[in-house]
């Protein structure tokens, strides 16, 4: 038996132990993230290709990103949140409108039978 998850958990340990290469340079571990082209590159690429380019070792941008992603989940669950709350609010009104319409019902109900006495007498 193993956990829900177990094979990707070690799946993942397995590429983080064996590194990640370069697509232009196979012989070179990607070090750094490139924010400009939304890639993992090599420190050949970095000094050539992205010298310009806004970078950070793959570590830093990593925590970087999983910050912005706690961030934006939890703005995400506080909208969701106002959703539901309005949800519930327009519930709430939609019952009580019902509820009126009931009660006009019984009023309109209640006069027809008083009116109806009144011709009947």
């Known amino acids: 038996m193993r956990p829900l998850g177990a094979e990707l958990d070690e799946e993942l340990v397995q590429v983080q132990l064996r590194g ?7 012989d070179k571990q990607v070090e ?4 400009d082209c939304n ?3 090599c420190l050949m690429c970095s000094a050539v290709n992205h010298r310009e380019h806004k970078t950070a070792e793959i ?5 970087r990103f999983s910050l912005q992603i706690n961030s934006d989940s939890e703005q995400i669950r506080s909208q969701v949140r106002n959703v539901q709350e309005k949800s519930q ?11 009126e319409v ?14 109806s ?3 009947d007498s």
């Open 32 to 35: 750094f993230y490139c924010y």
């Open 102 to 115: 009931d009660n006009a019902k019984c009023e309109i109900r209640d006069a027809k039978r008083e009116v």
């Open 20 to 26: 990640s290469y370069c697509d232009k340079h196979k």
């Open 89 to 99: 609010e327009k519930q709430n009104r939609w019952n009580e409108f019902l509820r």
């Open 59 to 63: 570590p830093k941008a990593a925590e």
């Open 117 to 119: 006495r009144i011709v």
């Open 39 to 41: 890639e993992n590159i």
